[in-house]
Every structure is written in structure tokens, then in C-alpha cells.
């Protein structure tokens, strides 16, 4: 699927089919996600039928279905900055060059 071409509603939609196949892979009940992520059942039904959910509550059913892990795949952390990596190797970073100036005679 492309995301970037697809409506906002559409990205939701799959998000919550992913997660209904993530949940029956496991072999949950709606009702067991719901009690492990302490959120009501209708609101994994929700979440699974059109994907809309607080951040919150899809961090706590992700932690419920022992996926949240892949948090880390879907937005990984920054790594660092090149001025930071040349720090660590030791590297001190040069002043630019003077500009050049013109003789005024």
C-alpha cells in the first residue's frame, strides 16, 4: 500500500486491519486486549474498524499485544548529528575561512 497516496481515513483504516491481524495472530479476543490494555472493549473495536484512537490508547494496545517494540521500526530515534559524530571521533570542528577583503588603496 502507499501511504502517500492514500487519504488520511484510508492510513487509519489499515493501521486498524493490522491490528485486528496482529490481535488474531496472537489469538486475542477483543475483550483480552482490552483488559490487558485497560481501555474498554468497543474501543478496540474502534480502533480495529477505523483506525481512530488516541495516541495513548494505541501505545497501550500495542504494549498488550506485545508489540511494542516495533515502535522503534515505524519512527526510530534520531541518531546523532554530524558535528556530534566528529566529536566522537576526535574531530574538533574548524572556524570558516576569513573573508576575503578588498584593497582599498
Same mark, same amino acid.
Given at each position: 500500500?502507499?501511504?502517500?497516496? /492514500?487519504?488520511?481515513? @484510508?492510513?487509519?483504516?489499515? !493501521?486498524?486491519?493490522?491490528?485486528?491481524?496482529?490481535? %488474531? #495472530?496472537?489469538? +486475542?479476543?477483543?475483550?483480552?486486549?482490552?483488559?490487558?490494555?485497560?481501555?474498554?472493549?468497543?474501543?478496540?473495536?474502534?480502533?480495529?474498524?477505523?483506525?481512530? /484512537?488516541?495516541?495513548? @490508547?494505541?501505545?497501550?494496545? !500495542?504494549?498488550?499485544?506485545?508489540?511494542?517494540?516495533? %515502535? #522503534?521500526?515505524? +519512527?526510530?530515534?534520531?541518531?546523532?548529528?554530524?558535528?556530534?559524530?566528529?566529536?566522537?571521533?576526535?574531530?574538533?570542528?574548524?572556524?570558516?575561512?576569513?573573508?576575503?577583503?578588498?584593497?582599498?588603496?
Amino acid at each position: 500500500m502507499s501511504f502517500y497516496t /492514500a487519504t488520511d481515513q @484510508t492510513v487509519l483504516e489499515e !493501521l486498524g486491519r493490522r491490528l485486528r491481524q496482529r490481535r %488474531l #495472530d496472537r489469538n +486475542l479476543s477483543q475483550h483480552d486486549v482490552a483488559e490487558k490494555a485497560g481501555v474498554d472493549r468497543t474501543t478496540i473495536g474502534q480502533l480495529e474498524r477505523d483506525g481512530r /484512537a488516541s495516541l495513548l @490508547t494505541l501505545v497501550q494496545v !500495542l504494549r498488550a499485544l506485545g508489540a511494542l517494540d516495533e %515502535l #522503534d521500526a515505524f +519512527l526510530p530515534a534520531a541518531g546523532p548529528s554530524p558535528l556530534e559524530l566528529a566529536r566522537r571521533q576526535g574531530r574538533v570542528r574548524q572556524r570558516a575561512s576569513r573573508p576575503r577583503t578588498t584593497n582599498e588603496g
